[in-house]
């Protein structure tokens, strides 16, 4: 099936920028998301970028999509503290209905 | 925007009973609800999918007998652990869809963390 990877744990101090990388390996995938899990919590979705872009930015967030390498990161500006969470990258083929999601990654803010 | 609510987010059963989690959409109505689980420190994985008024489809290695899905109107799907046991205590979340917009249309619910004692 599709294999989707993710470094598990990343660690920043307050104030600098986070990059999480993901790669994924089926090139026909449609869209490409980020989601972020607090403790205990459901998802929320970030942002997403369709497959023919190679960029999206959101306020703090820059997405950069690079197809030929299957690589996908989600930059964090002026990360803060509230920021700490499991970051999942996902991605969805053909049919939307079903998405495959990364292992996550683990974002520690320090203080 | 779209909400989904899960219910109940937390609850402890004795092995052998069943629990039946609860996935509705509040403010829209969700042909297609999905079922994942997260096991802990790992992603989620995609157990079935539930379409409204039809069986629901499941992934392969999940026992549709064990895992048993309801998905009787447009915003309430439910999935019943039957007779379970320690190793199905995880993660379950549910998502909906508002329809065939692309997968920024969909919506997780919070969550429900199921211990079996």
């Known amino acids: 099936g599709e294999d989707v990877e993710q470094s598990l744990f990343l660690s920043v101090r307050e104030g600098d920028s986070s990059v999480i990388n993901c790669t994924y390996t089926?090139?026909?995938?449609?869209?490409l998301y980020w989601y972020k899990q607090e403790p205990g919590a459901g998802l929320q979705l970030l942002t997403y970028?369709?497959?023919?872009?190679d960029m999206k930015q959101d306020q703090r967030l820059t997405v950069l999509l690079n197809k030929k390498d299957k690589h996908l990161s989600l930059r964090i500006a002026d990360t803060q503290t509230g920021d700490s969470a499991i970051y999942f990258c996902a991605e969805s083929i053909n049919n939307f209905n079903k998405f495959y999601f990364g292992s996550g990654t683990k974002l520690n803010v320090k203080p | 925007g779209a909400v989904v609510s899960q219910h109940p987010s937390r609850v402890i059963c004795k092995s052998g009973t069943s629990v039946k989690i609860e996935c509705r959409s509040l403010?829209?109505?969700?042909?297609?609800m999905f079922w994942y689980r997260q096991f802990p420190k790992q992603s989620l994985m995609l157990m079935a999918t539930s379409n409204e008024g039809s069986k629901a489809t499941y992934e392969q290695g999940v026992e549709k007998d064990k895992f048993l899905i309801n998905h009787a109107s447009l915003t309430l799907s439910t999935l019943t652990v039957t007779s379970a046991h320690p190793e199905d205590s995880s993660f379950y979340i549910c998502s909906a869809t508002v329809g065939a917009s692309g997968g920024y249309g969909y919506t997780f619910g919070s969550g429900t963390r199921l211990t079996v004692v």
């Open positions: 089926d090139s026909s995938s449609t869209y």
């Open positions: 403010d829209f109505q969700a042909t297609t």
């Open positions: 970028i369709f497959s023919n872009m």
